[in-house]
């Protein structure tokens, strides 16, 4: 356990709605990450975070926005949300391995899974 | 950019019998390779990983996976299943090192038959 959580972990929400997700570490890792899950495509990274206010894009981020005020916490907002965006999110931090020279290893929270009507 | 491949989108197995899931990556530079497990309505677990050395590596719940740099994949094997194998497993490859973003496969269904 990486001390990830996630909330909410369900929402319905209408088309059009802003929604804003949140993933919380109580381990101060810096490095952190949200993916999507759909059928067919496995996870894709939306966007990361290498430190408080330093994010950068993923393969997915459009229509997608984050936020790093807190070591803790890494937003992610859809700005009006879109049946297209209807998934599983998953929040992922990565914290140092022991032996591996510096390398790190990815642990991921339980999921939020949003519905998008 | 670096790409993974999973060809088996669902794979049945009967109980005790060995089955093998089979990933291929595509990447210009050396790579790091994991294997992790979904278990239905739950978020992604590490099975193993490949860093360097030693080609067969043993992970969690009698997994393991070999690493063929020539044939550019990392296949996953267990000699036994067991009904608690029924899960999604999905590969997935890093190339930088401090920040391990992940490019995964798109997962393969091991449903077990008892």
């Known amino acids: 356990d990486a001390g990830i959580t996630q909330s909410p972990r369900h929402k319905v929400t209408e088309t059009g709605t802003p929604v804003t997700l949140r993933c919380h570490q109580t381990?101060?890792?810096?490095?952190m990450y949200w993916y999507r899950q759909d059928p067919g495509h496995g996870l894709r990274l939306i966007h990361y975070?290498?430190?408080?206010?330093?994010?950068d894009k993923g393969e997915v981020s459009d229509g997608y926005s984050v936020s790093r005020s807190k070591t803790e916490d890494f937003l992610l907002t859809l700005e009006s949300a879109t049946s297209s965006q209807t998934s599983v999110y998953f929040c992922?931090?990565?914290?140092?391995?022991?032996?591996?020279?510096?390398?790190?290893?990815?642990?991921f929270g339980p999921g939020t899974r949003l519905t998008v009507l | 950019a670096q790409s993974v491949t999973q060809l088996d989108s669902q794979v049945p197995v009967f109980e005790e019998a060995p089955v093998e899931l089979r990933c291929n990556y595509s990447?210009?530079?050396?790579?790091?390779l994991f294997w992790y497990v979904q278990y239905p309505n739950q978020g992604l677990q590490l099975l193993l990983k490949y860093l360097s050395g030693s080609t067969l590596v043993k992970g969690i719940n009698g997994f393991e996976a070999e690493f063929n740099k020539s044939q550019t994949s990392f296949h996953l094997r267990k000699p036994s299943v067991h009904i608690s194998d029924t899960a999604e497993y999905f590969c997935?490859?890093?190339?930088?090192?401090?920040?391990?973003?992940?490019?995964f496969g798109t997962g393969t269904r091991l449903t077990i038959i008892p």
């Open positions: 975070s290498y430190g408080v206010k330093d994010t």
């Open positions: 381990e101060n890792h810096r490095y």
């Open positions: 997935a490859v890093s190339v930088d090192f401090g920040n391990e973003k992940l490019t």
């Open positions: 992922a931090i990565s914290r140092p391995v022991g032996g591996a020279g510096g390398l790190n290893e990815q642990f």
């Open positions: 990447s210009s530079v050396s790579v790091y």
